[in-house]
């Protein structure tokens, strides 16, 4: 039973979301050659599908033509979704051990605390 439910969802799924709802369209495909064999007997499977196919032409049934399959082509419905795993939280206890820190954050090459010093002083005025 599992089987032909997946079976069954899968492919509802990619009739709706692909091309392949085209090859619903078949049976149109049939009737419209027999309509063509029926007015020209001499028509071969293969010259019809050259005029329907290859070089496409506006023609009295051109409303029929566009409805046989890969025609026309539609925008596809586009399902997008995700699952969520459970999160489970486990909590562990650790004892955590100090570690000493040297707190050196401006004892750098690049750093020179005078020079800072000297170029950020307030403006000075000349006296006359």
Excluded: G
């Excluded at 419209?32 to 496409?56: G, Q, V």
């Amino acid at each position: 039973m599992r089987k032909l439910i997946s079976i069954l969802l899968l492919s509802l799924f990619l009739v709706s979301t692909t091309e392949l709802y085209q090859f619903l369209k078949i049976p149109l495909l049939i009737e419209h050659y027999i309509t063509h064999k029926n007015l020209n007997p001499e028509m071969s499977l293969a010259a019809f599908l050259k005029t329907h196919y290859d070089h496409p032409v506006k023609d009295s049934d051109h409303d029929q033509d566009q409805r046989l399959p890969f025609v026309s082509h539609a925008n596809l419905l586009s399902v997008v979704f995700t699952i969520n795993p459970s999160l489970d939280f486990h909590c562990v206890e650790k004892v955590f051990t100090p570690i000493e820190i040297k707190k050196t954050f401006y004892k750098s090459a690049l750093y020179n605390k005078e020079i800072l010093n000297s170029i950020w002083q307030p403006p000075r005025f000349r006296q006359s």
